[in-house]
T-cell receptor, first 115, second 110 residues
Framework: QKEVEQNSGPLSVPEGAIASLNCTYSDRGSQSFFWYRQYSGKSPELIMSIYSNGDKEDGRFTAQLNKASQYVSLLIRDSQPSDSATYLC???????????????FGRGTQLTVWP | DGGITQSPKYLFRKEGQNVTLSCEQNLNHDAMYWYRQDPGQGLRLIYYSQIVNDFQKGDIAEGYSVSREKKESFPLTVTSAQKNPTAFYLCASWALHGYTFGSGTRLTVV
C-alpha cells in the first residue's frame, strides 16, 4: 500500500471555479501534512501546512485535515489560470517543527484552469 | 537571500561515468535530502542527512552515494552502477514548516 495517494487527475476547471484536490495516507501516526505546488520544469514550492483536524485558510487556499479518516484535501477558490500546476501532497510522521524523519509524497495531481 | 543552490542546472552523463550534483544551503538547517523525480512517479527519496557526518539511505539509494562533511553542503554522486539515471534531481532542507527545495538538476544520459 502506498504511503500517500492522490486523486490521479488530471483535473480541469474553469476560471473562477473551486478546485478540490484530495489525498489519503496510510500511516495513522502521521502528524504533519503539506501541500506543494510544482510548475512544469520547476521545483516544488510549499503553499500550505496543516497539523490539526479541521480547516486552515490562507487567501484562496483552504487545507482540510481529518486524521480519523486519514484524509487531507486542498481547496482552491476563485481558480486562476496561474494556478495551473501539479499539486503534491506530503506527509510526515514527526510533530510540528520536528526535523526528524522525512516527507512522503504522493504522485501529484495535475490541475489545469482554463479561461 | 537564504536558500538552497543546486548546480549544474543541466548535466549530461556518458555511459559508465560518475557525476556529482552539488547542493549548498545557507539556511543553517541540519537536515538535508536528495529526491529523484521521474514523470508520473512523484518524488522518491535517495538519501538524507540529519546531521554533519551522518546520512541514511532512502528508498532508492542503489547506484548513488553522498557525503556530509559540512553543514552547508550535501553533494550527490550518481555512479555508473545507476543504470537509469535520467531524471530531475531535487535537493531539500527541512524548514520549520516543511521542505525548502533547490531549483533542481536535470540529468540526462547521452
Amino acid at each position: 500500500q502506498k504511503e500517500v495517494e492522490q486523486n490521479s487527475g488530471p483535473l480541469s476547471v474553469p476560471e473562477g471555479a473551486i478546485a478540490s484536490l484530495n489525498c489519503t495516507y496510510s500511516d495513522r501516526g502521521s502528524q504533519s501534512f503539506f501541500w506543494y505546488r510544482q510548475y512544469s520544469g520547476k521545483s516544488p514550492e510549499l503553499i500550505m501546512s496543516i497539523y490539526s483536524n479541521g480547516d486552515k485558510e490562507d487567501g484562496r487556499f483552504t487545507a482540510q485535515l481529518n486524521k480519523a479518516s486519514q484524509y487531507v484535501s486542498l481547496l482552491i477558490r476563485d481558480s486562476q489560470p496561474s494556478d495551473s500546476a501539479t499539486y503534491l501532497c506530503a506527509v510526515n510522521r514527526g510533530d510540528r517543527g520536528s526535523t526528524l524523519g522525512r516527507l512522503y509524497f504522493g504522485r501529484g495531481t495535475q490541475l489545469t484552469v482554463w479561461p | 537571500d537564504g536558500g538552497i543552490t543546486q548546480s549544474p542546472k543541466y548535466l549530461f552523463r556518458k555511459e559508465g561515468q560518475n557525476v556529482t550534483l552539488s547542493c549548498e544551503q545557507n539556511l543553517n538547517h541540519d537536515a538535508m535530502y536528495w529526491y529523484r523525480q521521474d514523470p508520473g512517479q512523484g518524488l522518491r527519496l535517495i538519501y538524507y542527512s540529519q546531521i554533519v557526518n551522518d546520512f541514511q539511505k532512502g528508498d532508492i539509494a542503489e547506484g548513488y552515494s553522498v557525503s556530509r562533511e559540512k553543514k552547508e553542503s550535501f553533494p550527490l554522486t550518481v555512479t555508473s552502477a545507476q543504470k537509469n539515471p535520467t531524471a530531475f534531481y531535487l535537493c531539500a532542507s527541512w524548514a520549520l514548516h516543511g521542505y525548502t527545495f533547490g531549483s533542481g538538476t536535470r540529468l540526462t544520459v547521452v
